[in-house]
């Protein structure tokens, strides 16, 4: 993996981003996305956007046909960056125009990483996305982490770039600064906010039962994400909620607009990450840059993710591991009045505070995209699978 200079924009030669589906989609992917066209365009690069329909990694019929009409219209030469989840499943499409495009693949994840999958999907997925990056002139990744995973796709260093996320500017979340330790009022509990689709990998069904063996702590948890992406996920998670009798104090909000995550935000004490594997983990970076510190597992890239001194990490689909931590903190607040008690806390949101002040903006992140993108783009052609294959752990 490489990171270049900055190379300079040319805005006589448009790039193309070819997604699935609409762009306004609320998961970190899309996020990621729509930060960085809307920060591309202001600093003057043309980008046409393509919001493929279909089914998707899998490609069905439409999808299948989507992407091969897009690619197939394109100029000759077009630089065309295409989000790994259109592309990591239709290898033959990618296949009959990789050599009239430049494609440039964004893997926020390899697809057979995703939890919950069957094992004969996991093959498939992984020979799939193999097959689909031969097609590419190189990839881009959001983190260090997932560019070593690529490279188990027998995609060499020398094609892998890493442009991580930026940060939108934020006030402060007070919560996490009122009083020694969690909470402003001297009855009000702290809260706790896990923001991600209800769905396997990003663990929620770990983190309700930690909060299971913490009854005896004042608290209160909302997890905010689609409740559509895996419906048998959040149906299943509702009901062991209920069977637990934690239906007072853990709320499911649903997928919600900025506004109210921004209100979810400025009220939380802490964020936690359940996840089980994330490519990055922007959620991350959005509570640091609030200055709102955080409880999150060593899945995938989390490990790099969240700052040392500014969160705890914990093993993933560990539930008492993650209790654990989380108990600690909540100890605290018992302890406010204790200066010792509480200097635990207070360590961990100043520090939190001072990693925040120090990520880089959307602005920032699109310059190094745009590095990535440009120099990946003018490489030849060439054969990846330098060595063998690795099979998806």
């Known amino acids: 993996m490489t990171t270049l200079p900055p190379a300079p924009l040319r805005t006589a030669d448009p790039w193309h981003l070819v997604i699935p ?6 998961t970190g992917g899309y996020l990621y996305d729509a930060h960085m066209m809307r920060e591309l365009r202001e600093q003057g690069r043309e980008i046409q956007l393509h ?12 999808a299948r046909a989507a992407l091969s009409s897009v690619l197939g219209t394109l100029p000759r030469g077009s630089r065309v960056l295409v989000d790994g989840l259109a592309l990591g499943g239709l290898p033959r499409e990618a296949s009959l125009h990789g050599e009239r495009v430049r494609m440039v693949a ?6 057979a990483d995703e939890s919950g999958l069957p094992g004969h ?8 996305e193999r097959e689909a ?3 590419c002139r190189g990839v881009v990744v959001t983190s260090p982490f997932t560019g070593e995973r690529v490279r188990t796709l027998g ?3 020398e094609r892998i770039q890493v442009a991580p996320p930026g940060t939108a500017p934020a006030p402060p979340a007070p919560a996490p600064s009122q009083a020694p330790a969690f909470g402003g009022e001297e009855h009000a509990p702290p809260h706790l906010l896990c923001v991600g689709s209800l769905a396997p990998r990003k663990g929620q069904d770990v983190l309700v039962e930690a909060m299971a063996a913490l009854r005896e702590y004042d608290w209160i948890l909302t997890l905010a994400g689609s409740l559509s992406r895996n419906p048998s996920f959040a149906r299943m998670l509702t009901e062991r909620i209920r069977e637990i009798g934690l239906g007072n ?11 109210v995550l921004e209100d979810l935000y400025r009220q939380s004490s802490l964020l936690v990450v359940p996840s089980r594997y994330e490519g990055y983990g922007m959620v991350v970076s959005e509570a640091l840059v609030r200055g709102i510190p955080v409880v999150a597992t060593d899945g995938g890239a989390l490990t790099h993710t969240v700052p040392s001194g500014a969160g705890v990490l914990v093993p993933a689909g560990d539930p008492r591991a993650l209790g654990s931590a989380l108990r600690g903190l909540l100890e605290s607040r018992r302890s406010r009045r204790d200066e010792a008690g509480s200097a635990p806390w207070r360590r961990i949101v100043s520090e939190a505070r001072r990693q925040g002040r120090q990520l880089p903006d959307w602005p920032q992140a699109a310059v190094t995209l ?3 993108m440009e120099s990946l783009a003018e490489l030849p052609l060439g054969t990846f699978h330098h060595r063998p294959p690795t099979a998806p752990e």
Request: glycine share 10%; aromatic share 2%; with cysteine.
């Open 51 to 62: 919001q493929l329909p279909g089914r998707f990694p899998a490609g069905d019929p439409v």
């Open 370 to 372: 745009a590095g990535a």
């Open 133 to 135: 990056l031969r097609c």
């Open 106 to 111: 964004l893997v926020h994840h390899p697809l």
């Open 155 to 157: 995609v060499p260093p």
């Open 21 to 26: 589906g609409s762009i306004h989609q609320r």
């Open 121 to 128: 999907l996991r093959v498939r997925l992984h020979a799939t």
């Open 249 to 259: 104090r853990i709320r499911i909000a649903g997928e919600v607009d900025d506004a």
